[in-house]
Nanobody, 115 residues
Framework: QVQLVESGGGLVQPGGSLRLSCAVS????????MGWYRQAPGKQRELVAT???????DYTDSVKGRFAISRDNAKNTVYLQMNSLKPEDTAVYSC?????????WGQGTQVTVSS
């Protein structure tokens, strides 16, 4: 059974940092492209960052320079380091694994940025 389990969310003040993790099991993690998505209340889910199986990264404009996606294939885990957080970053963050026609999602972790 494929599982993607996110962790690391929580409440943080504006300007603070969080590191999200997504632990993946039961797939050949290294061949999957990975992504972090977020969905704020009343808004559509949006792509935040991606990292390919080869390590290439991409970010949505609003997080460039503040967020960093990385992966550890030995640990079957993808990370999202989030710095200089803003209230508009508040959302449920989910990870996605994709390889050809196979796509898997995690359940999400809440990130709230508020003073």
């Amino acid at each position: 059974q494929v599982q993607l389990v996110e962790s690391g969310g929580g409440l943080v003040q504006p300007g603070g940092s969080l590191r999200l993790s997504c632990a993946v099991s039961s797939i050949t993690f290294s061949i999957y492209d990975m992504g972090w998505y977020r969905q704020a209340p009343g808004k559509q889910r949006e792509l935040v960052a991606t990292i390919s199986s080869g390590g290439s990264t991409d970010y949505t404009d609003s997080v460039k320079g503040r967020f960093a996606i990385s992966r550890d294939n030995a640990k079957n885990t993808v990370y999202l380091q989030m710095n200089s957080l803003k209230p508009e970053d508040t959302a449920v963050y989910s990870c996605k694994a994709n390889y050809r026609t196979w796509t898997y999602w995690g359940q999400g972790t809440q990130v709230t940025v508020s003073s």
